[in-house]
């Protein structure tokens, strides 16, 4: 029998082929399922009408009923509109309308008693409403007891006359016929401890809520729903990885005593021990580790690496570590380097740029186990890179490389997979790592070495360059280096290149007897290089640049950040761009300029930068900043296709529905219990239809 959920959206009375184009381009709607699935992201409150002599413009909407006293039109050509004055015999209000003059025109009357609905702003002294939604009085919005369901719409259906009210419309038959066919998704346990609504009750309810209390209800048990699915499937993965893959066994700790009695050059921090016992325990287990690994830049993760390394090495096996671009591998290859020599483990570095002739060495030594330690770009997952055998795989930056990438490294070994370690010094939110990456294992450094001065971070308007300026004097006076960093926002390319010279213009102005150093993304790498080393080498003093050194070289000498246009970075970048300096002893500062004019979230971003160091206390804000939904009721694009549950304000519902999972496949792995079936069948059915599940970036 054919599932009825199934059933294309153009058999809908009310739809049609040529919408039914329209929705499965638009709205990505094919099926009934897909719509009933389509969920208003806000609902307008008709229960109640205000009395026109309470609005203000901090209303969001309001619900009034009045009559019409006069129309008018002014203003000409662009600025031409019609202004009704709407009255409920107490107070008076304007509605506007810029467009579509003449039809409202036809369509309302003076002295008829309408409803109207719709956002009150202020202009000037006088309150208006632009656009209401009018609707002449009926029996059935003079009860003014619903929610009205507001759904995502895309422009191009607006301009198709295709608005929430029709999706609505839509909804209201679907759902009608779609009664009988509604069945239970989660098991019959799970619905009664929870105090659930039934999928048929807590589905009518989305749509078009009879309460309040019946709405939040029905959006509980729907997100638990859905959290609980995408969490159930990432657990799921995880214990078929674990159980399908052997993991090869490192217990051997004679070479990390070596290192850690003769070499360590400072003590571990509290957290790089933590991180390096939980590591340990995956490398002994018998089970393929696949961990990540995140803490804030300048958290210690190189140690944290190479210790892993001798752990693998200790067996007689190989480690490698590959980074996302040629800088940040030849960065890590000096620095692991130190450590290597000191060991007199063998190490080399394989990038693109790696002459032929050099390569041909390597290949030999990495097959006949010789080397050791192989660090490098993608240039590892060529097909001549073969190991003799590799124990671990540490892979830098995560979010750059696709899943795709990194199973290709899990491939270098035929006969067992590599342990695998995933670096990231972009800390993420728990919710949003326990979805990302939670098929993963997460250990967190959440703690800076001891003595690391903190970064101050300032605010200054672009008004008060000279007194930057002079900041900067003294810096350099006192042998720092600085940064000097512009947006790069690609649409615009050019206007951002202009932007980027007339700031270096202004700089070699100011400083006329300093070496200037300027990178940006339209150079040719060689250049590019050139003046990053240059500046590496102190043979200048200021780097002006775009985000290229976001993630860039290392220069301890630097100790000044200085971003421009602040306002038109995001926090996380911010931060990112922060942690460029602070890493030498010296005192280090971060100043963002920008405009007197900001937004009320750019005012948060910069108050969050001034106040805090603490990478994922950013990430928590950047994530409640940036939360879901534009203005047109989108959901955030990205990698979590989420239809209803939303990451940034739903961290306990999610966390509850990671345990039950965890709970469930932990007594029954393969669901193979009578209560559990009702899951099993879900998951086989999303299986089918829904998304792959495994892409991550
Ligand atoms: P990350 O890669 O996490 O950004 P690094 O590993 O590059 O950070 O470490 C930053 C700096 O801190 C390096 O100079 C490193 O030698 C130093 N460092 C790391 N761990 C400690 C520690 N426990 N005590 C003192 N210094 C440390
Ligand atoms: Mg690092």
Redesign the pocket.
């Known amino acids: 029998m054919n599932n009825f959920f199934d059933t294309s959206i153009e058999f809908l009375k009310g739809v049609g082929p040529q919408r039914a184009e329209l929705f499965k381009k638009e709205l990505k709607i094919f099926s009934f399922g897909d719509l009933i699935q389509h969920y208003p992201f806000r609902y307008e409150d008709r229960t109640r009408f205000y009395p026109i002599s309470s609005i203000d413009d901090t209303l969001p909407y309001v619900q009034i009923k009045g009559k019409f006293t006069d129309f008018e039109i002014i203003g000409d050509r662009s600025k031409r509109r019609l202004i009704g004055y709407f009255t409920d015999g107490n107070g008076e209000i304007e509605m506007v309308w810029f467009q579509r003059i003449d039809w409202v025109m036809q369509k309302i009357k003076p002295g008829i008693e309408y409803v109207a609905f719709g956002k009150p702003s202020r202009f000037g002294k006088k309150l208006n409403i632009a656009h209401p939604e009018i609707e002449p009085v009926t029996e059935n919005n003079l009860k003014g007891n619903s929610f009205q369901p507001v759904y995502p719409i895309s422009e191009k259906l607006r301009s198709r006359y295709i608005d929430s009210k029709q999706i609505g419309k839509l909804q209201a038959e679907l759902l009608r016929l779609a009664e009988p066919h509604i069945r239970e998704t989660l098991p019959e346990f799970v619905v009664a401890s929870k105090k659930f609504l039934s999928k048929k009750i807590a589905l009518r309810n989305i749509h078009f809520p009879q309460s309040q209390e019946l709405l939040q209800a029905a959006q509980r048990r729907l997100k638990f729903e859905e959290l609980f699915y995408v969490q159930l499937r990432l657990i799921k993965m995880k214990l078929v990885r674990q159980d399908k893959f052997k993991g090869q066994i490192f217990n051997d700790t004679n070479i990390l005593t070596r290192f850690y009695k003769e070499h360590l050059?400072?003590?571990?921090?509290e957290a790089?021990k933590r991180v390096i016992r939980e590591i340990y325990a995956d490398l002994k287990s018998g089970k393929q580790m696949n961990r990540l690994l995140q803490?804030d830049?300048?958290?210690?993760?190189?140690?944290v690496a190479f210790i892993c390394m001798l752990l693998v090495i200790g067996g007689e096996a190989q480690a490698t570590l590959m980074a996302p671009t040629e800088i940040l591998a030849q960065q890590h290859y000096a620095?692991l380097k130190k450590y290597a020599d000191r060991m007199n483990i063998p190490i080399a570095l394989l990038t693109g740029s790696v002459k032929k002739s050099q390569r041909k060495p390597i290949h030999e030594k990495l097959q006949s186990g010789e080397l050791k330690i192989l660090i490098g770009t993608h240039a590892l997952l060529e097909e001549e890179v073969k190991f003799h055998k590799l124990g671990l795989a540490i892979i830098d930056e995560q979010h750059r490389f696709g899943v795709a990438q990194r199973s290709k490294l899990w491939q270098k070994n035929t006969d067992v997979y590599p342990h695998v370690l995933v670096m990231t010094?972009t800390p993420i939110p728990r919710t949003l790592a326990m979805t990302l990456y939670g098929d993963l294992e997460i250990s967190s450094i959440d703690e800076l070495?001891?003595g690391r001065k903190p970064i101050i971070t300032t605010h200054q308007f672009d008004a008060h360059r000279l007194k930057v300026n002079g900041f900067i004097k003294s810096q350099m006076d006192a042998g720092r280096q600085i940064y000097v960093v512009y947006p790069l926002i690609e649409e615009s390319e050019k206007l951002d290149l202009k932007h980027l010279m007339d700031g270096y213009e202004s700089m070699t102005r100011a400083f006329p007897d300093i070496p200037i150093s300027i990178v940006h993304g339209q150079m040719k790498p060689e250049a590019k290089d050139y003046e990053m080393a240059r500046f590496v080498k102190g043979e200048t003093k200021i780097m002006v640049a775009t985000t290229v050194i976001e993630v860039g070289v290392d220069v301890p000498n630097a100790s000044v950040m200085i971003i421009e246009s602040a306002e038109r970075f995001g926090l996380s970048q911010l931060h990112q761009l922060r942690g460029r300096v602070g890493?030498g002893v010296d005192q280090s500062y971060c100043i963002l300029i920008t405009g007197y004019k900001l937004g009320a979230d750019t005012k948060v971003r910069i108050e969050t930068m001034v106040k805090t160091n603490n990478g994922f206390e950013i990430a928590e804000t950047d994530l409640k900043l940036r939360g879901p939904g534009d203005l047109m009721g989108t959901q955030q694009s990205g990698a979590l296709d989420l239809l209803i549950a939303d990451l940034s304000k739903d961290g306990p519902l999610l966390q509850d529905a990671r345990e039950l999972a965890s709970q469930i496949l932990s007594s029954d792995p393969n669901l193979e219990k009578p209560e559990n079936q009702l899951i099993k069948t879900q998951i086989q059915m999303a299986r089918k239809t829904t998304v792959n599940w495994s892409r991550i970036s």
Do not use: M, Y
């Not at 050059?265 to 921090?269: A, C, D, V």
């Not at 830049?297 to 140690?303: A, D, M, N």
């Open positions: 050059p400072f003590e571990l921090t790089q803490g830049v300048g958290s210690g993760k190189t140690i620095n010094a070495p001891k890493r």
